[in-house]
């Protein structure tokens, strides 16, 4: 303090308002001072909403914030569906709606219709009259992070109407209806995400007049989207056999709605995933172009598949340059449904390369017209048959050999790394799409390239964070020290302008489910 009165006192008084000056010089054209407000359940909204005097409802601060400013949600219950049509006005300004403790703050839903807003760490469960727990309503840039989204009649996030450029990220969505994310819109990031226990029939009731009961993972529609190291399972359980009567259960699902409806995915990479379905009808990524639309350039890559009927499913409508590499694709033997790990169908340049197909029976894959390369793949059966399919064994495919994972026992939940001696461990081609692992392993680690979707290595440990590098994505601390998440991917951008969704419409409007057709 000594030092700083002798500093003061030997410059000019005109220094500090010089500062002034040129702290608010450095503030964004149109934007004021950034600042933070708290919300309690022991506030009023009469109050100014310092930390000392809280504001009492979300809806209030969502009402008085500015571009820049954040807010946090103390503790508690909060009665409420919140509004945001506020924007902020680019990723440096944007206006932060953040529980202060993880999911400690609980409300009925967000509806977000402004651009650059973030909602984080809330516990959300909508009710019968907004059954959807958090819209985003067009707009660029809107970010939901780290929420748990649960029991919400129709679906947890639905990210809809042309909304663009939007991050899901690191949230966790349980016992929703019909699905757990649904988008459509284009350049949307949806990373890390937890979805379980959807169901067909929500226990708090169906919405009046809906058809197309399913009970998904993901539903997709539009284009230039990232989905990216996602955990999707126990949908549609059959153990909750009340719940779900007749489902169609995908981990990841994309139709082409009639005209007017909302659009086929297109352009996206499908990257890291993990997809656990034990209902018989359960698939992992069920795709169908029938409107005239094709289903086209996605990159299905280093993702694992446990299922029953289905692994991919490409056989209704048109489809044009589906790349599936290095994925595990893993059914039942012995089991009623299908099994099958691919089942494509006149779809134009197919890639199927460097993937692994275990117990995928009574064919392990059905490809068939259309144009195309499969190859380098290794095909097992545990009990020793040698595995059939369309196409047969190709040139540099291994068929009939055990791949060595770290542990199977031939049902669902093995650990698909491979082991030493795998007959997988340099066996796969190089692939310019796929330069690292689910887990982020640099390809390849020995002589050449490993099929599946874990590379063989020992060992490896991921490069240290350089002292004092930044975080990829800082939570905003409560004592407003740290700035707005501002790291993230925000998805593939090719720079082409994004085109208006055809699917506008009712932000929480039903959508009619689709199954796959087996093909004879």
């Given at each position: 303090?000594?030092?700083?009165?002798?500093?003061t006192?030997?410059?000019?008084?005109?220094?500090?308002?010089?500062?002034?000056v040129?702290?608010?010089?450095?503030?964004?054209h149109?934007?004021?001072?950034?600042?933070?407000?708290?919300?309690?359940?022991?506030?009023?909204?009469?109050?100014?909403?310092?930390?000392e005097?809280p504001w009492?409802?979300?809806?209030?601060?969502?009402?008085?914030?500015?571009p820049g400013d954040?807010?946090?949600?103390?503790?508690?219950?909060y009665?409420?569906?919140?509004?945001?049509?506020?924007?902020?006005?680019?990723?440096?300004?944007?206006?932060?709606?953040?529980?202060?403790?993880?999911?400690?703050?609980r409300?009925?839903?967000?509806?977000?219709?402004g651009?650059?807003?973030t909602?984080?760490?809330?516990?959300?469960?909508a009710?019968?009259?907004?059954?959807?727990?958090?819209?985003?309503?067009?707009g660029?840039?809107?970010?939901?992070?780290?929420?748990?989204?649960?029991?919400c009649?129709?679906?947890?996030?639905?990210?809809a109407n042309g909304a663009?450029?939007?991050?899901?990220?690191?949230n966790?969505?349980?016992?929703?209806?019909?699905?757990?994310v649904?988008v459509s819109?284009?350049?949307?990031l949806?990373?890390?995400?937890?979805?379980?226990?959807?169901?067909?029939?929500?226990?708090?009731?169906?919405?009046p007049d809906f058809?197309?009961?399913?009970?998904?993972?993901?539903?997709?529609?539009?284009?230039?989207?990232?989905?990216?190291?996602?955990?999707?399972?126990d949908?549609?359980?059959?153990?909750?056999?009340?719940?779900?009567?007749?489902?169609h259960?995908?981990?990841?699902q994309?139709?082409d709605?009639?005209?007017?409806?909302?659009?086929?995915?297109?352009?996206?990479?499908?990257?890291?995933?993990?997809?656990?379905?034990?209902?018989p009808?359960?698939k992992?990524?069920?795709?169908?172009?029938e409107?005239?639309?094709?289903?086209?350039?996605?990159?299905?890559?280093?993702?694992?598949?446990?299922?029953?009927?289905?692994?991919?499913?490409a056989n209704?409508?048109?489809?044009?340059?589906?790349?599936?590499?290095?994925?595990?694709?893993?059914?039942?033997l012995?089991?009623?449904?299908?099994g099958?790990?691919?089942?494509?169908?006149?779809?134009s340049?197919?890639?199927?390369?460097?993937n692994?197909m275990?117990?995928?029976?009574?064919?392990?894959?059905?490809?068939?017209?259309?144009?195309?390369?499969?190859?380098?793949?290794?095909?097992?059966?545990?009990?020793?048959?040698?595995?059939?399919?369309?196409?047969?064994?190709?040139?540099?495919?291994?068929?009939?050999?055990?791949?060595?994972?770290?542990?199977?026992?031939g049902?669902?939940?093995?650990?698909?790394?491979?082991t030493?001696?795998?007959?997988?461990?340099?066996?796969?081609l190089?692939?310019?799409e796929?330069?690292?692992?689910r887990?982020?392993?640099?390809?390849?680690?020995?002589?050449?390239?490993?099929?599946?979707?874990?590379?063989?290595?020992p060992?490896?440990?991921?490069?240290?964070?350089p002292?004092?590098?930044?975080?990829?994505?800082?939570d905003?601390?409560?004592?407003?020290?740290?700035?707005?998440d501002?790291?993230?991917?925000?998805?593939p951008?090719?720079?082409?302008?994004?085109?208006?969704?055809?699917?506008a419409g009712?932000?929480?409007?039903?959508?009619?489910?689709?199954g796959?057709?087996?093909?004879?």
């Amino acid at each position: 303090m000594e030092r700083s009165r002798a500093w003061t006192a030997g410059k000019s008084t005109a220094a500090p308002a010089l500062a002034a000056v040129l702290a608010l010089a450095l503030v964004p054209h149109g934007a004021a001072l950034a600042a933070t407000y708290w919300v309690s359940t022991e506030g009023d909204d009469s109050n100014p909403g310092t930390s000392e005097s809280p504001w009492r409802t979300i809806q209030q601060a969502a009402d008085t914030i500015a571009p820049g400013d954040t807010v946090f949600v103390r503790e508690g219950t909060y009665d409420e569906r919140v509004t945001v049509s506020g924007s902020g006005t680019g990723e440096g300004t944007r206006i932060i709606l953040q529980a202060e403790s993880p999911r400690g703050a609980r409300c009925t839903g967000f509806l977000i219709t402004g651009d650059y807003v973030t909602v984080a760490g809330f516990e959300v469960e909508a009710g019968l009259d907004r059954p959807t727990g958090i819209v985003v309503d067009g707009g660029t840039g809107v970010e939901v992070r780290d929420c748990h989204v649960h029991d919400c009649p129709l679906g947890g996030i639905d990210v809809a109407n042309g909304a663009t450029q939007a991050r899901i990220t690191g949230n966790l969505l349980e016992h929703n209806g019909q699905w757990g994310v649904r988008v459509s819109g284009s350049h949307v990031l949806l990373e890390a995400n937890e979805i379980a226990y959807t169901v067909q029939h929500h226990p708090k009731g169906d919405m009046p007049d809906f058809t197309g009961y399913d009970a998904d993972g993901m539903r997709i529609h539009g284009d230039h989207h990232v989905i990216r190291s996602n955990d999707i399972h126990d949908i549609a359980d059959p153990a909750d056999a009340e719940h779900n009567i007749d489902p169609h259960a995908d981990c990841i699902q994309t139709i082409d709605e009639p005209p007017g409806g909302r659009p086929v995915m297109t352009d996206t990479v499908i990257e890291g995933n993990h997809c656990l379905v034990n209902h018989p009808y359960g698939k992992g990524i069920m795709m169908s172009a029938e409107q005239g639309n094709p289903c086209h350039d996605l990159t299905i890559m280093n993702n694992v598949f446990e299922y029953r009927d289905e692994g991919i499913c490409a056989n209704l409508g048109l489809f044009e340059n589906i790349l599936v590499l290095n994925n595990v694709f893993k059914a039942n033997l012995d089991d009623p449904p299908w099994g099958v790990s691919i089942a494509m169908l006149d779809v134009s340049g197919y890639l199927v390369e460097n993937n692994i197909m275990v117990d995928c029976h009574a064919e392990s894959r059905k490809i068939e017209g259309g144009s195309g390369v499969v190859d380098y793949n290794l095909v097992w059966f545990s009990s020793g048959v040698v595995p059939t399919g369309t196409p047969g064994p190709q040139p540099h495919e291994l068929v009939g050999v055990d791949p060595l994972f770290a542990s199977y026992s031939g049902a669902h939940g093995g650990d698909y790394h491979l082991t030493a001696g795998s007959p997988a461990i340099d066996a796969g081609l190089a692939l310019a799409e796929v330069t690292i692992d689910r887990d982020g392993v640099p390809r390849p680690q020995g002589a050449a390239h490993d099929i599946g979707a874990y590379e063989y290595a020992p060992g490896w440990e991921p490069d240290p964070v350089p002292d004092g590098a930044p975080d990829a994505a800082p939570d905003v601390q409560p004592d407003g020290g740290e700035g707005a998440d501002e790291g993230a991917d925000a998805g593939p951008d090719t720079g082409i302008d994004a085109p208006a969704d055809p699917g506008a419409g009712e932000a929480e409007g039903a959508s009619a489910g689709c199954g796959c057709t087996l093909i004879d």
